[in-house]
C-alpha cells in the first residue's frame, strides 16, 4: 500500500502537501470499501445488500459534514489534524467491533472525517484548473495499489485486516508538513458564504445523479465480478488498478474539457455492461474504461460549476456534499434491485439516470453562460442569490 507521502512524491504538485497526503487517505478508504462487502457479510452473517449499508453509512457521515463543515469552521492546520485523529479512531475502532450496528457507528464516524479532509483539500484549489488536477489524481494514483491490496487482506485476513491497515495509513498525513501560509488563504471565511445560484444548483442536482447512479452499480462491482462473472478476485483487483491507471492522465489533463457532461455519459454505458455481460473480457473493458471516463468528465464539470458561481470556493463543499448524497442512496438502491434480482434492470435504470444528467450538463454548457458578477454600486458589493 502506497503511503501517503509517496503519492506526494509522485504527483510533483503545486498543492499543499498536507492536503494532497490526507486526501490520499480518504481515496483509500473509498477504494477499499468494494472489496470490503463480501468480508463483512461474511464475518457478521448478513447478506450482500445489509453489508453494503457500511458503504451508506459511511457516506452519510461524508455527507452531512462536507454539507455543513464550511458553514461553521474555517479551514485551518489543526482541523486537519483532528480529522485524521477520527479517521485513525474510527478504522481502528472498526477493526475490533463485534457488533455489525456499532460497525455502522463508526463508519459514519470515519465518513466524517473523510469529508473534512475532502473539503479542505478541495477548497483549497476549487476554480483553479491547474491545482485541481494535483486534488483529482491523488485517488487514482491510490487505487493503483490500494485496490489489489485490499481485495488481497480482505480475502486473505478478513475486513478486520482492511481496517487495520486504513488505520495506519490514516495516521500517515500527520508527519506531512504543509506551507507556512495559512491553509485556505484564498477561501471565503464562513461568514462570508453565498448561495448558489439556480444554474449552478442545476449543476449540482446532476452531480448528484451521475453518483447516485454510478455507485450503485460500482460499489458491488467486486461483487458481481466474481458471482456473476465468475472471475477470480484478484482479476477483479486488478482490473479496479486498471481503472484508476488509466485515470491518472485524465485527473491530471491540463487542457480545457469542452462538453464534459458527454464523458460521464460513458460511465452510464459502462454500468448497462457490468450488469448486462458476463463475458469477463468484456466485463474488465467496462470496469477499467470507466475510470477514464469518469476523470475526464468530472474536472470538467467541477470547473463549470465554478464558472457559473458567484464564489466558486462556496461551491466546493456543496459539490463534495452532494456527491457524496447521491453516493450514499447509490448503494441503498443497487441493494434493493440486486436483492430482487434485478441486476439487469438496475443497470438500465442506472444507464437512463446517468444519461439524462450527462445530457442536462451538456446543455448547460452550450446554453448558459459563464457568471459575471455586477461590479458594485455606491461602495456596496453586489447582493448574491
Sequence with gaps: MQSPLQVVTLLRPNTRKDLLAAAAVSSMVFTATPFLLSAIADQY???????????????????????TVGRFVDPSRRLLIISLLMAVAANAGSAAMPWF??????????????AVVA?????EVFGDEDRMGDV??????VGIVGAPVASYLADQFGADAVFVALAIFA???????????????????????????PVARAILLALGALTLGGSAVFVFAAAVGVDEVGLDPWVVSLAFSGNAAVSIPAARYRGRRPLAG???LGTGTAALVLTSVTVAPVFLTALVLWGFAFWMGVPGIYKLLAERSANPSDRAGDAQSIMAAGRVFGPAVGAAFIEAGSLQALGIAVGALIGCASLALVYI??????HSPAPPTDGQAPEVS
Excluded: C, N, Y
Excluded at 450482500?48 to 452531512?64: D, M, P, R, W
Design 45 to 67: 452473517d448478513v447478506s450482500l445488500g445489509t453489508a453494503s449499508l457500511i458503504s451508506s453509512f459511511q457516506l452519510g457521515g461524508f455527507v452531512i459534514a462536507s454539507w
Design 101 to 114: 450496528s456499532g460497525l455502522l457507528a463508526l463508519r459514519f464516524l470515519g465518513g466524517v472525517a473523510l
Design 119 to 123: 473539503w479542505l483539500g478541495w477548497q
Design 136 to 141: 483529482a489524481v491523488v485517488g487514482p494514483v
Design 171 to 197: 495516521a500517515l498525513p500527520l508527519i506531512v508538513r504543509g506551507p507556512d501560509r495559512p491553509m485556505g488563504a484564498h477561501a471565503p471565511r464562513k461568514a462570508d458564504r453565498s448561495k448558489p445560484l
Design 262 to 264: 458527454l464523458w460521464v
Design 365 to 370: 454548457e452550450i446554453r448558459v453562460p459563464a
